[in-house]
């Protein structure tokens, strides 16, 4: 995972084993705006396929800490 801040709130989600094995076993990233919020930037998360770069959920950094967990869930092998 990249750019988690300790001080943020939902921040232990981020750093949890819950949240990080499935992302790391699927090669995906969370990536935190560390812009003001704006027309194009939402000023929350966005998650990434490490490989091809495709944003996955949260374009613009509209991904909040309660969607990642339930996207990884549901994409993650049975």
């Known amino acids: 995972m990249t750019h988690?801040?300790?001080r943020s709130p939902g921040a232990e989600l981020l750093t949890s084993?819950?949240?990080?094995?499935?992302?790391?076993?699927l090669r995906y990233r969370v990536h935190r705006s560390r812009r003001r919020k704006g027309r194009d930037n939402a000023?929350?998360?966005m998650l990434v396929h490490e490989a091809s770069?495709?944003?996955?959920l949260g374009a613009g950094y509209t991904a909040n800490l309660a969607t990642i967990p339930?996207?990884?869930?549901r994409e993650r092998p049975q």
Do not use: G, K, N, W
């Open 43 to 45: 000023s929350e998360f």
């Open 70 to 73: 339930e996207f990884v869930e």
């Open 17 to 25: 084993p819950r949240l990080r094995m499935p992302t790391i076993h």
């Open 4 to 6: 988690s801040d300790s």
């Open 53 to 56: 770069s495709t944003v996955l």
